[in-house]
Nanobody
Framework: QVRVVESGGGWAQPGGSLRLSCAVSGSVFKIYGMGWYRQGPGEDRDVVAISRADGSTNYIDSVKGRFTITRDNAKNTMYLEMRNLKPEDTAVYYC???????????????WGQGTQVAVSS
């Protein structure tokens, strides 16, 4: 069994900062791609930033220069540093991890339960 747990959400004022963490545990042989997604009120879940196994990253335009995704592969943990937060960043943030349980096993997607981020004055 693989478990994905996000933490670090909360409330921030516009211009403030928050740091999200995503810890992957359980039957993990290797983690490939990881990503942060968010779902605002009444909206679909959309990608925010991704981190590939080769170390490359991508961000949606609206968070470029403000959000930074990093990984600590030794700890099977991913982070999202969010700066200069805006009200439109308000959403539930979800972590996704592409995980293989064995050397020859399939890669499967696992999701966390989400962590709420609220930005308001």
């Amino acid at each position: 069994q693989v478990r994905v747990v996000e933490s670090g959400g909360g409330w921030a004022q516009p211009g403030g900062s928050l740091r999200l963490s995503c810890a992957v545990s359980g039957s993990v042989f290797k983690i490939y791609g990881m990503g942060w997604y968010r779902q605002g009120p009444g909206e679909d879940r959309d990608v925010v930033a991704i981190s590939r196994a080769d170390g490359s990253t991508n961000y949606i335009d609206s968070v470029k220069g403000r959000f930074t995704i990093t990984r600590d592969n030794a700890k099977n943990t991913m982070y999202l540093e969010m700066r200069n937060l805006k009200p439109e960043d308000t959403a539930v943030y979800y972590c996704n991890a592409e995980v293989a349980k064995g050397d020859s096993g399939p890669r499967l997607d696992y999701w966390g339960q989400g962590t709420q981020v609220a930005v308001s004055s």
